[in-house]
């Protein structure tokens, strides 16, 4: 059979084969779970749908027949226990194989998935219950995360579900779902009803809950097909634990529109070598992972052979120095393609499939989005002056894009104006139509009458054998208005000293700007992040000028 992506998308190309026009056709009843994966199982029932294994050699191999039979068996026994249309179920699975046929059993119910990593603290957990409503909480086998829930949840009643192992409070769900009937008639549901929630990273403030409709599955084909590159039969690694939202963007929908597999490597801590091994033992074919996995493996080593089944790489979640992306493309002969987008959409802006890539660039915007920069004014920015990505709905509200922040006025008052979606990033263009990432509008740094974009001064000081991982901020001064301060982790075998600080400083004067040099250098163990790996720059920020 054909990929179900041409069945559901058109895109256009010019005549040099640049991507420039892209639409979404489906029905009013369109559901990724019935209209893709069970179509996918009645046509190619022994068509791989997951590979799966972890750090100590277990492995799991999942066919689109036995997805579609265990989320319909899921799917039964989850009405069983009342879980109807329009329940919200939370799901902290970490890498677990489990995932891929319980969130599809949810999407069949018509039930609104929220995934969540399983880091979270009591706090955080509580917090998403009280703020979605949460009737059911399905998590991993992990006691300490069990424990973080059951204190999360307290005394309300909230349905408790885990797999692998019974947990007292918890029902496992193995048996059950084994024992459930496999037939399940199709439960009416429509494209534009509600089917995942992310609770974005919440850098400033409580997290904002962004919710998407079924269509946002679809508009994920551009992220995989014309982004990510991956092919029909092919083998799909994205780097994430399925709470955060990039798992959407490289682990289930538009990979399986376009009838890729996806790998799926379970691990605690990040080990590039044992990374390397998986992309070498299963074949991978297209790879993504955020940029500071990129950076860990340039950093401990990068083997050829490890890549030699790839043919395609990709990189999205926060920019990446060109140095990086040049030491990648000695060692393993493959360019990494940025990309940009948030929790609240699909690919905003990309390299894609046909263009000519600008390194240290993000690409250029999806053709589903009317994107524009925009200055403090709201008008329109030239070429390399900086501005904030947009989104112009006025004319058409595009698929893969949030329809608003459930019960947060104040959020949509702020992210959306008179019909334009604000992402709070901050970029430019050059004379090609080439977007260059610069930060958040928060942690633009103004110093002597300068903005200045942290980005830029990471990227030097990141080609110092010293350095591992660095943020640059700004801090308080009543002569500059702010002084440039980067917050630095070592390298293992290098040691804090002020011989060392002053030779960062140096090492910086001599690659930028006079007035970017980073006055002050910091030492940290390491720096604040989010739960999905972004630098929380005001955390660092919060501390300096408090």
């Known amino acids: 059979m054909k990929p179900l992506y041409q069945k559901f998308s058109n895109a256009e190309f010019d005549a040099e084969g640049h991507f420039t026009g892209f639409s979404l056709h489906y029905e009013e009843n369109y559901n990724f779970a019935y209209d893709v994966v069970d179509e996918i199982a009645r046509q190619e029932p022994e068509k791989m749908a997951v590979v799966w294994c972890d750090e100590h050699e277990r492995e799991k191999f999942l066919t689109f027949g036995e997805i579609k039979t265990l989320s319909d068996k899921a799917a039964n026994y989850f009405l069983t226990q009342g879980i109807t249309k329009g329940d919200r179920v939370l799901l902290m699975l970490k890498r677990h194989y489990e995932y891929w046929y319980l969130i599809i059993a949810l999407h069949k ?4 998935a929220i995934p969540a990593t399983h880091m979270l603290k009591p706090h955080d957990i509580s917090y998403r219950i009280e703020a979605a409503e949460v009737k059911a909480i399905i998590c991993a086998e992990d006691e300490n995360l069990c424990e973080r829930v059951k204190t999360a949840v307290g005394e309300k009643n909230i349905s408790l579900y885990t797999v692998r192992e019974e947990r007292e409070g918890f029902i496992c769900l193995d ?7 496999a037939e399940l008639t199709r439960i009416p549901t429509k494209a534009t009803d509600p089917m995942i929630m992310y609770f974005t990273s919440g850098t400033t403030g409580n997290p904002k809950m962004a919710v998407h409709n079924h269509t946002y599955s679809l508009a994920h084909i551009v992220t995989a097909k014309y982004w990510q590159c991956v ?9 994430a634990d399925t709470g955060w939202a990039k798992a959407s963007w490289g682990k289930i929908y538009g990979q399986w529109l376009c009838g890729s597999a996806v790998m799926v490597y379970e691990f605690e801590r990040f080990n590039s070598e044992k990374m390397m ?10 790879f993504c992972a955020p940029p500071t996995l990129f950076r860990l493996m340039a950093k401990t080593g990068i083997r050829h052979e490890a890549f030699a089944s790839v043919e395609h790489v990709s990189t999205a979640g926060e920019a990446l120095q060109e140095e990086i992306i040049r030491l990648f493309y000695e060692k393993t002969g493959l360019e990494i393609m940025e990309g940009f987008g948030q929790s609240e959409t699909v690919l905003i802006i990309g390299n894609f499939k046909g263009s000519h890539p600008k390194r240290g660039s993000m690409g250029k915007p999806n053709p589903l989005y009317k994107v524009m920069l925009v200055d ?7 070429p390399y002056e900086h501005g904030e990505i947009v989104i112009d709905t006025r004319e058409r509200m595009p698929e893969g894009l949030c329809q ?6 104040d959020a949509n008052a702020r992210y959306w104006k008179n019909g334009i979606f604000h992402t709070g990033d901050t970029a430019y263009y050059d004379e090609d139509g080439y977007y260059y990432y610069i930060s ?9 009458g300068y903005r200045i974009g942290p980005f830029e001064i990471e990227s030097v000081l990141i080609q110092h054998k010293a350095v591992l991982e660095c943020a640059v901020t700004g801090v308080p001064d009543a002569e500059r208005g702010q002084l440039v301060k980067a917050t630095v982790v070592l390298r293992e075998g290098y040691e804090e000293s002020e011989t060392l600080r002053e030779e960062l400083k140096q090492f910086a004067k001599e690659r930028l700007a006079g007035y970017k040099y980073p006055r002050i250098i910091a030492f940290s163990k390491e720096l604040p992040k989010t739960t999905s790996g972004k630098i929380c720059y005001n955390q660092i920020r919060a501390k300096d000028w408090n």
């Open 109 to 112: 119910i018509g039930a609104l």
């Open 175 to 181: 048996e059950p779902i084994e024992k459930a009937s």
């Open 231 to 239: 092919q029909d039969k092919g083998l799909h690694l994205t780097v």
């Open 277 to 286: 091994q998986v992309l070498e033992k299963y074949q991978v074919t297209t």
């Open 376 to 382: 403090r004014e709201q008008k329109p920015v030239k």
């Open 404 to 409: 608003g922040y459930e019960h947060n006025e």
């Open 440 to 448: 958040r509008l928060d942690d633009v740094i103004k110093s002597s």
